[in-house]
């Protein structure tokens, strides 16, 4: 599987050609910018490019009504006066001369930027239902207007229209289930062209229980524009599909790495798990990234690859993002590098700031929460928090936009610079590794069975070393073991300096708690700073392991739910897939962020419990906190499918179906009651309601 980049030239022609500060900052350099960062960064080679097609009438029918298409149709004969006019019949519609474009297309043609813009979408989805390609599509800004008696979504100087890629697989016979992530901010009042773009979706997908739709977007309980009730938490559809529309709200601007990670683990992902989509569409808007005039959000651009890697776990890692929103051009395109990085499987950088949700977003995530837990058994398991009544006002205000010249605009400004001169910085500091995936195999010709790009390490480091660091464990004595401990430290040696990624390594079962605890003491004393050591079965804490605040160990399979300090955590083994995906996303990813770890060490013990997909979706879903360091250990008496799959995560690719979902049993769910209440306090990532 590969990832596309679908563009073309004629979406750049597109200008408004009056003076509306409404649309001022839609401008081309939005698209020419991101082109440039992407090339400048050796990504835009990475993909493949792909041709954009134009939309057929048919395809723009499956949203929009005859109507609406034989309007803008008619808009070809129009003047730039008459366009400015009918503009203004519309809620945030902007119309472009087609005599302005560079190779203007037949007459009996819809404008040509319109339908490259609505076509890329269309195509983009049918290739990634079709499992060939996770591109990313240019698109644009949304506002709607009334047509035909059907919501029809126009836009800023002609873009994609909501829903056509929402709506191209089902008829093609592609998809069944599709989830729409709208990855976006609401823009400012005086800015209306941006802040419908998500009801236009909404409202074409809100009795259809085959698309699940998810939106964030700013609210300010009700007093932001366009101050649509609709658009709060408890609006979660109707008729058949109830459950399937889900609100997010922002009552307060300011919302950062923090509240976009929580609002995934704690919301998103539990029901997307549930609904199991074929494909996953994402509006990917950058409003929300720092720096932005319009969202006034603090998302740094490394926030929206993690995001993306999140979404890449499902569906089989058939994910469509076609660019919308953001405005601050350097934190757009930067913004955009990073989730091409994540479709292309490279590591995300580590986050940056203090992972802990503001009050005012643990609000908003427990009313929707609240609203959504009767539509969702994986909201139900996990005891959503009683809802709160609307428009209870935040205690920590509600912030009005920001005027470009007051003080709070400008330190905003210098805010953002700095926030991207720590990532140029980063990026600059630690190249993406040569080598993504490594694996320090015991088996002889094991190395044949693991997938495509995947090293098969063959060092080890000298054997007077490894005896040297061995000689505390006698299960280490043996040549076998040595042997394999060697590989694993120089594993871990390589891991460390930058020169991999992460990988795996195999041990012989009567070794892998004697070699997990070297592995650990040799990390902390080799440039770990934080080290996150999640071990599944009968595998005690190794004596090197202390509270000094440098290491967090979770065991998964211990004989019950334990917190013996905020730094050694137990739970039972789950023995559903509701209960496993429950403790992944509610309990190991939130501490993962929380600890911001530089170093995750995953130990698969004997008869560690877990099937091939689980594991798989466990080290995938780790890969996100320590920006890609991950470690996987495991017997080497494992099957050679775990092996394989593990080697195929840890290298970018879409873990396997855990299959259908089931229901935590009331053991499970009661371990994970009786854990987070414990370590909230110091672990803020746990958190999925406002302090009372």
């Known amino acids: 599987m590969g990832t596309a980049l679908v563009y073309h030239e004629d979406m750049t022609a597109a200008r408004l050609l009056w003076d509306d500060p409404e649309c001022k900052i839609e401008c081309p350099e939005r698209l020419t910018t991101a082109l440039e960062r992407l090339q400048q960064q050796g990504l835009e080679q990475r993909c493949l490019r792909l041709a954009a097609r134009e939309a057929s009438e048919a395809e723009l029918g499956l949203v929009h009504s005859p109507e609406y298409v034989a309007l803008l149709r008619g808009t070809q004969a129009l003047g730039t006066r ?30 040509r930027p319109c339908l490259f813009t609505a076509g890329t979408p269309v195509y983009c989805a049918l290739l990634a239902a079709a499992a060939e390609y996770l591109p990313l599509c240019p698109a644009g800004r949304r506002g709607r207007a009334a047509a035909g008696g059907r919501g029809a979504d126009g836009s800023c100087a002609q873009r994609a229209r909501p829903g056509e890629a929402s709506w191209t697989p089902q008829p093609e016979g592609y998809c069944q289930r599709i989830l729409r992530v709208q990855q976006r901010s609401h823009s400012s009042q005086t800015r209306p062209a941006a802040a419908q773009v998500a009801q236009g979706i909404q409202y074409i997908f809100e009795d259809d229980p085959s698309v699940l739709y998810f939106s964030w977007h700013r609210y300010e309980h009700g007093h932001f524009w366009p101050h649509l009730r609709e658009s709060d938490a408890d609006a979660v559809g109707r008729g058949r599909g109830l459950g399937f529309t889900v609100n997010l709200p922002w009552n307060q601007v ?11 683990l704690h919301v998103l992902l539990p029901l997307a798990f549930e609904f199991n989509p074929e494909l996953v569409l994402v509006s990917a808007g950058f409003d929300s990234a720092i720096g932005d005039p319009e969202g006034q959000m603090l998302a740094t651009p490394e926030c929206f690859a993690h995001l993306t890697q999140l979404l890449q776990v499902l569906a089989g890692g058939r994910v469509c993002a076609i660019l919308e929103g ?12 990073m989730t091409v990085r994540a479709l ?18 643990l609000e908003s995530l427990q009313r929707v929460r609240a609203a959504q837990a009767p539509h969702w058994v994986s909201l139900q398991q996990q005891g959503a928090a009683p809802v709160l009544s609307p428009g209870t006002p935040c205690p920590e205000g509600r912030p009005s936009p920001l005027p470009p010249g007051e003080p709070e605009f400008k330190a905003a400004v210098t805010q953002a610079a700095d926030a991207l001169s720590v990532l140029l910085e980063q990026l600059h500091l630690h190249p993406t590794p040569p080598v993504r995936v490594a694996a320090a195999l015991t088996v002889p010709d094991a190395g044949r069975a693991l997938p495509p790009g995947v ?17 505390p464990r006698e299960a280490l004595a043996q040549d076998e073991a040595l042997a394999a401990l060697g590989k694993v430290l120089y594993l871990l040696d390589r891991i460390l300096d930058g020169q991999v990624s992460s990988g795996m390594a195999a041990t012989p079962a009567p070794a892998a708690a004697a070699t997990l605890d070297v592995a650990v003491r040799y990390g902390l004393s080799h440039g770990a700073q934080r080290l996150l050591c999640v071990a599944v079965g009968q595998l005690d804490r190794p004596p090197a392991l202390t509270d000094d605040g440098r290491s967090l160990w979770l065991n998964i399979g211990g004989k019950e739910a334990s917190a013996p300090s905020m730094f050694h955590v137990s739970v039972p083994l789950p023995v559903t897939t509701g209960g496993f995906l429950s403790c992944a996303l509610a309990l190991v990813l939130p501490l993962a962020y929380s600890f911001q770890p530089d170093l995750v060490l995953v130990a698969l013990g004997l008869a560690h419990g877990l099937r091939d997909p689980q594991a798989a979706l466990l080290a995938a879903l780790l890969r996100g906190p320590a920006g890609g360091r991950v470690l996987a250990l495991v017997d080497e008496e494992s099957t050679p499918q775990l092996a394989t799959v593990l080697a195929s995560v840890l290298n970018g690719e879409a873990p396997p179906s855990l299959g259908p979902f089931s229901m935590a049993t009331p053991e499970d769910t009661q371990a994970l009651m009786y854990l987070r209440p414990r370590l909230e306090p110091r672990w803020k990532m746990l958190q999925v309601a406002a302090p009372p």
């Open 82 to 111: 008459e366009l400015q006019a009918l503009s203004k019949q519309y809620d945030a519609v902007y119309l472009h001369p087609v005599r302005a474009l560079a190779n203007p297309p037949p007459q009996s043609h819809i404008r």
């Open 254 to 264: 300011g919302m950062g790495n923090a509240d976009y990670v929580a609002a995934f």
């Open 326 to 337: 953001g405005y601050h051009l350097e934190s757009l395109s930067q913004s955009v590098c």
């Open 344 to 361: 292309l499987g490279d590591p995300a950088l580590p986050l940056s700031g203090p992972m802990e949700p503001h009050g005012s977003a």
């Open 455 to 471: 090293l098969c390490e063959e060092g080890s480091l000298p054997r007077e070393e490894a005896q040297a660091w061995a000689r």
